[in-house]
């Protein structure tokens, strides 16, 4: 009895036109840009984040790795670098816990989640300049929104904040003056622009 309700309820909700999602009504469009259009069809200030970055493979110990540079405030010095190793295994990361500890003392923060599924420890440090250096070690072969496997990331956030800081007054510098404030009243123009079309 129960299956030919369940398979009465699919086909109810299969051939409902209200539920249909034919490719005439699907959004393709929002803000002024339009999905499987060339990014040169569009007119920009800067293709450019405030950090480049470039991949690196071939890394004795690591499967790759992103390497992440300035461009405004000290352009190509180094800010961040993360890389993952070859072996992404639960074990590995403990054995590799472990030497991290004794190397550096005990980490400062747990940054992990509190499930358990991404596993995250770190240190911070300040150099001989006075930056603050940030290391991070994590494990996570279950959140599809982290990084998978084992990764460890060091980084200098204070110069990433500089970086995007002078980028931000390039940008200012550069674009038109604009009033962005909230409108009381829409235009039906403004208001095609701002749904998916």
């Known amino acids: 009895m129960h299956i030919k309700l369940v398979f009465i309820l699919c086909c109810l909700l299969v051939f409902n036109p209200a539920t249909s999602f034919a490719s005439d009504k699907a959004p393709l469009e929002v803000g002024g840009f339009k999905l499987g259009s060339s990014i040169d069809d569009y007119d920009f200030i800067s293709y450019h984040n405030f950090l480049k970055e470039v991949v690196v493979r071939d890394i004795d110990g690591f499967r790759k790795g992103t390497i992440y540079y300035g461009i405004c405030d000290r352009p190509g010095e180094l800010v961040k670098i993360k890389l993952k190793y070859l072996d992404s295994s639960a074990g590995f990361y403990k054995k590799l816990l472990k030497r991290y500890k004794k190397k550096f003392g005990k980490p400062d923060a747990f940054i992990g989640d509190s499930f358990g599924i991404v596993k995250a420890w770190k240190w911070t440090f300040v150099d001989e300049n006075n930056n603050k250096i940030l290391l991070r070690l ?60």
């Open 138 to 197: 994590q494990h996570n072969l279950k959140n599809p929104d982290e990084s998978l496997g084992v990764t460890v990331k060091l980084e200098m956030p204070e110069q990433i904040e500089a970086e995007r800081i002078c980028f931000n007054k390039q940008c200012a510098m550069n674009m038109p003056k604009k009033n962005n404030r909230m409108r009381s009243a829409w235009s039906e123009e403004s208001w095609q622009n701002m749904l998916p079309q």
